[in-house]
């Protein structure tokens, strides 16, 4: 494959307009694994693809927004290559697995959680059939399966070498106590070294206010500093911001993850006013989004795209993949890489999505975007 995933100039990847009623589901599974040759489902035309979400339990619904979304991309562009069915992972993950790979399928899209990654990987892997997870968790990535998500690495990579870039030369960090406050901490000694820079004090913290306004404390104590990481969702980074103003950071650069993206609120609080975080386009999500609530009434949670994309993925790849063969893996890595509703990206080595993203910045109407995201990701 060469160049990026073609979405028919970018006007046809969401919906070409509103449906009266909502769309046929994509396939649903048999819910008893076959147990012969004789009982696989028979679909030689089209390579079978299984989508394991979940679509009972506490993650139903974003489960099923992915699976709508996934049945638009199918609606838009034909699906005359793959055939995609969908495998509720609520009451587990590989005995999903294994009804997708009993009844055939050659690519699982999917799962959603890094622990359903994890559970269903030796079974994917001894049956050759790659998992492309929705998962932000680059540590499940390799051997076998690919991570799709947005991790937070390369967010506060993107970030800080724009700071550094602006004249931050020492950078702080707040995060909270748990892995992604320890994985952001880590991604954060890695970009500020990457750039030549310095971290001068790093605190993590309990979601307490009182914990957190401490943790704001013990940074002045420990350095002053150029720019400041709050690595956390954006209700807690508006709430962290005065305190940092009035505690030893008044003319700091606020910095956010990838986490910030779905807050509506960032400007809420005046000292929030110019702060960066970097995140994939919303211009295209927004467009799904709005086709996305005329079909189901409802607007969708921002994983939705994960459906979208992974199908773009699915047929864009189908068309080098021989009908009865497995699933060409090769063709993930491509450097030309793809691009869908959450703009250009590519699967390096190690598993994990790259992906070009935006730098944006807090104002008092809003966000602005200051740093477009690359349209195509170089070699």
């Not at 990457?194 to 002045?220: C, H, I, N």
Request: hydrophobic content about 40%; proline content about 6%; some cysteine.
């Amino acid at each position: 494959m060469s160049g990026a995933l073609a979405l028919a100039g970018c006007s046809s990847v969401v919906p070409k307009g509103p449906a009266t009623s909502a769309p046929p589901p994509v396939t649903q599974p048999t819910q008893q694994v076959p147990t012969g040759p004789s009982q696989l489902p028979q679909d030689v035309g089209r390579h079978r693809v299984a989508l394991l979400i979940p679509t009972t339990g506490r993650n139903a619904a974003v489960g099923q927004a992915i699976a709508n979304a996934a049945n638009m991309a199918v609606l838009d562009t034909g699906g005359q290559n793959i055939r995609v069915t969908i495998y509720d992972t609520g009451p587990g993950a590989v005995s999903a697995a294994q009804k997708a790979l009993a009844e055939g399928n050659q690519l699982i899209l999917g799962p959603l959680l890094s622990e359903d990654a994890r559970a269903i990987a030796s079974e994917a892997r001894a049956a050759h059939v790659p998992v492309v997870s929705f998962s932000n968790d680059r540590s499940v990535g390799g051997d076998g399966v690919w991570v799709m998500g947005f991790t937070p690495s390369q967010a506060i990579s993107r970030v800080v070498g724009y700071a550094h870039d602006q004249g931050a030369n020492s950078f702080a960090g707040l995060a909270p106590v748990g892995v992604y406050g320890q994985r952001a901490s880590t991604a954060l000694l890695h970009a500020v070294k990457s750039v030549g820079a310095q971290v001068v004090a790093m605190e993590s913290y309990d979601r307490t206010k009182s914990a957190m306004q401490a943790a704001v404390t013990k940074l002045k104590l420990s350095a002053s500093y150029d720019a400041v990481l709050i690595a956390d969702q954006g209700k807690d980074a508006v709430m962290l911001a005065p305190v940092i103003r009035h505690t030893g950071g008044a003319h700091a650069q606020i910095l956010g993850t990838e986490l910030w993206n779905v807050a509506n609120d960032l400007h809420a609080a005046p000292e929030m006013q110019g702060a960066l975080y970097a995140s994939v386009s919303d211009g295209l999500f927004d467009q799904l989004a709005a086709k996305y609530h005329a079909r189901f009434g409802k607007s969708p949670p921002r994983l939705a795209s994960f459906g979208y994309d992974s199908v773009l993925l699915a047929m864009k790849i189908a068309g080098d993949w021989k009908n009865g063969a497995p699933f060409p893996v090769s063709k993930l890595t491509d450097k030309g890489g793809f691009s869908g509703i959450d703009g250009v990206f590519r699967f390096t080595k190690d598993g994990v999505a790259e992906r070009g993203l935006q730098i944006n910045q807090v104002t008092a109407s809003g966000i602005r975007i200051v740093s477009p995201a690359p349209q195509t990701l170089g070699n």
